[in-house]
């Protein structure tokens, strides 16, 4: 199949702080040490003692480390060289062959850069931890409806239903972000035992934004121009086959041949259906894609265990 022509791009601009390794992704302040995805030594002292939300990050983080881990292994996008703009460096990629795996672009010593107007405001040469960060954003653009689509099952397993969780309730919500490149997005929404919200976002990467978990009265002054839809967990996965279909995307059996892409020119995968068939389609696919989901988080999850024996045996 020829490669999709449909292309995308994203702007170094507008990642700026999701790159840097340095920064604690619960308060944003710069760390000492360059720990992707890590806590700064004063949150993490605090969290101690306010046990719910220790034990909220305790149960995201691992969910998040699966996430860009099934991005990564799943990905079909094909990205092209950098490039300059009066942005500065953008990064543009198409959609990719459908079957095929693509790389990620290796930026390891290369400088990035960011403008206004044509006018050089930084510049960054990337090194490890900061590419491991550049590659989170990267896979994640475009997901946020995937990941509310197929992380549904997990936040349900691994908060909900977990016994030490303090997690009573899991939203899906949709709403016209505050940022210049994205007309909407998706986040879920948690509440705590005691009541409290926070938003915890799967994609918040491809906008710039670092955090994973975030107040939710902070994120709604910060991060939402206006609220478009609140729905309970597991809606979208039960809503979004046709659309999912209508994008050639299909979940296969591990190991994480799942297809994300383009579908072929008059490809009609539900023509001449009843709506009756197209309903109960909808839910075969809905409950398809949870199991699947379940059994991904299973092999991954089994693949840490055996790389922490692996390095303990050394
Ligand atoms: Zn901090």
Redesign the pocket.
């Known amino acids: 199949m020829a490669d999709s022509t449909t292309k995308s791009s994203i702007s170094a601009l507008y990642i700026q702080i999701a790159l840097n390794p340095n920064s604690?992704i619960?308060?944003?302040?710069f760390?000492t040490k360059a720990d992707p995805n890590t806590?700064?030594a004063?949150?993490a002292t605090s969290l101690k003692s306010d046990s719910l939300l220790f034990s909220l990050y305790r149960a995201v983080l691992p969910l998040y480390a699966f996430w860009i881990a099934f991005l990564r292994r799943t990905s079909r996008r094909k990205w092209e060289d950098d490039t300059l703009d009066k942005f500065g460096t953008i990064f543009r990629f198409h959609l990719g062959t459908p079957g095929v795996q693509a790389q990620l672009p290796e930026m390891l010593g290369r400088e990035i850069e960011w403008r206004i107007e044509g006018v050089v405001k930084g510049q960054k040469t990337l090194d490890g931890p900061a590419q491991q960060m550049f590659e989170q954003v990267l896979l994640t653009v475009l997901q946020c409806d995937n990941a509310i689509m197929l992380m549904a099952e997990l936040l349900l397993v691994h908060l909900v239903n977990a016994p030490n969780v303090p997690v009573i309730k899991v939203e899906e919500l949709l709403f016209k972000p505050k940022h210049n490149m994205c007309p909407q997005h998706w986040t879920f929404r948690v509440t705590l035992s005691d009541q409290r919200q926070f938003a915890v976002n799967f994609t918040d990467r491809q906008l710039g934004w670092l955090p994973i978990v975030v107040p939710w009265k902070n994120y709604l002054i910060e991060r939402v121009d206006k609220l478009y839809e609140v729905h309970q967990l597991g809606d979208w996965r039960k809503k979004c086959r046709r659309e999912y279909l209508k994008r050639w995307q299909r979940i296969q059996a591990p190991p994480f041949d799942m297809v994300l892409e383009e579908p072929p020119a008059g490809w009609k995968p539900d023509e001449g259906l009843e709506e009756k068939e197209l309903e109960n389609a909808n839910l075969a696919f809905s409950y398809r894609c949870a199991e699947k989901m379940r059994e991904y988080y299973g092999a991954w999850e089994a693949e840490v265990e055996a790389e922490v024996r692996r390095r303990r045996g050394r």
């Open positions: 604690c619960n308060c944003t302040n760390t806590l700064c004063q949150c």
